[in-house]
């Protein structure tokens, strides 16, 4: 039996950084595409021996904004890569680029699923989030997608934002019904360091209010068909995301490009967040990976679990080499309302699922 793997590549190309973006990207320039195509080629010859005893189920390709990189890059990509006919391969892509035409072109290179930044469908808060679409180009977006022949569509939805009320939100709820998408993601705004955001005095709104506009989303999203199966994601029965599912699983996978993590026998490793450093490692035959880390026993079970329940059906203990004092504290979190253990099987309460970040907190 080839044991499950996934594959993740960098595309860091943007026309412009938003304020609350901390990952690695780089100016859209030709050199800088032609020379990452080099380099991902180079990496995958590296990385393809490792391969062969895997079957490939899933390819995603994020960034950055990655349908910059064109649909000739993806497809020269694809061709080395020797994955089944039912493999799961995304695009990430931001509505002001999508055109029924450029969809189509993905579609031929192999792309089966797209996934939207759309964010919020109020045009005052992808202004202030300094998105440069409207919120309908977002629903252009979706419905050019869908008849680009592209039925798999997962859009990102961000909460939690300045100047944002559980009203506005409201708005941007209401128009998912009639849409063609078959999973959503969820997010709140979180302000991470070396962003634009991190410098500005924002005007967020209050917990209650932030919780308020969870509990509406969730119920909202459910009732049009999409089911919560992850704190965060949201799906129609059959479309859950196989490569996030793969993160949260403990899946191994490969990240290919400037800034990628990986994650294979139990090391999780990252390259280097440099274009050119990336580029030149590998044209000389080295490595570009600049940080490993092999967590040692327990902290690397209790990071396993954090993350394995994240997912709604919840996690099997037995599967576990959990030291005592973990499992004091699982049943203690349990006797305060965030998780409910039956003999060997534990999952987040509806309470554990609102402050997850205190449970895996907790278990970290």
Same mark, same amino acid.
């Given at each position: +039996? ?145 008849? #680009? ?8 939805? +961000? ?53 308020? +506009? ?13 089911? =919560? ?5 949201? #799906? ?14 403990? =899946? ?17 490793? =990252? ?5 050119? =450093? ?87």
């Amino acid at each position: +039996m080839y044991k499950p793997l996934s594959l993740y590549f960098h595309i860091p190309f943007c026309s412009k950084k938003c304020p609350y973006c901390h990952f690695f990207v780089v100016p859209n320039k030709k050199e800088h595409r032609d020379a990452l195509l080099e380099a991902l080629l180079l990496e995958w010859q590296r990385l393809s021996p490792k391969i062969e005893n895997h079957e490939i189920t899933s390819i995603y390709f994020g960034g950055g904004t990655p349908t910059l990189f064109g649909p000739e890059a993806i497809h020269t990509l694809l061709r080395q890569i020797p994955y089944p006919q039912d493999t799961e391969i995304t695009i990430e892509a931001n509505p002001e680029d999508v055109t029924e035409r450029l969809m189509q072109e993905y579609a031929r290179a192999g792309i089966n699923r797209v996934s939207i930044g759309v964010q919020s469908l109020e045009d005052d808060s992808l202004i202030t989030l300094g998105r440069t679409h409207s919120a309908n180009k977002a629903l252009d977006a979706i419905k050019s997608t869908y008849s #680009a022949g592209i039925e798999n569509i997962s859009i990102d939805l +961000m909460y939690e934002l300045p100047d944002q009320t559980s009203k506005s939100f409201e708005n941007t709820l209401r128009k998912l019904g009639e849409l063609p998408i078959s999973h959503l993601s969820l997010y709140n705004l979180t302000i991470e360091p070396n962003t634009a955001f991190f410098k500005r005095t924002l005007n967020l709104p209050s917990e209650e209010e932030n919780l308020k +506009m969870l509990e509406k989303a969730t119920k909202h999203l459910e009732a049009i068909g999409l089911k =919560r199966y992850e704190i965060s994601a949201f #799906a129609k029965p059959g479309y859950q995301s196989r490569h996030n599912t793969g993160y949260w699983e403990a =899946r191994p996978f490969f990240g290919l490009g400037p800034s990628a993590f990986s994650y294979y026998n139990g090391k999780r490793f =990252r390259n280097v967040a440099n274009l050119h =450093r990336y580029f030149r490692a590998l044209k000389e035959g080295n490595t570009p990976v600049d940080f490993v880390e092999n967590l040692p026993y327990p902290q690397n079970v209790h990071e396993l679990l954090a993350v394995k329940l994240r997912l709604l059906e919840g996690v099997d203990l037995t599967s576990f080499n959990l030291p005592d004092e973990t499992k004091n504290k699982l049943l203690r979190l349990a006797s305060e309302g965030y998780l409910k253990q039956e003999k060997d099987h534990c999952k987040l309460t509806e309470k554990g699922l609102l402050f997850y970040d205190t449970v895996a907190s907790e278990i970290i």
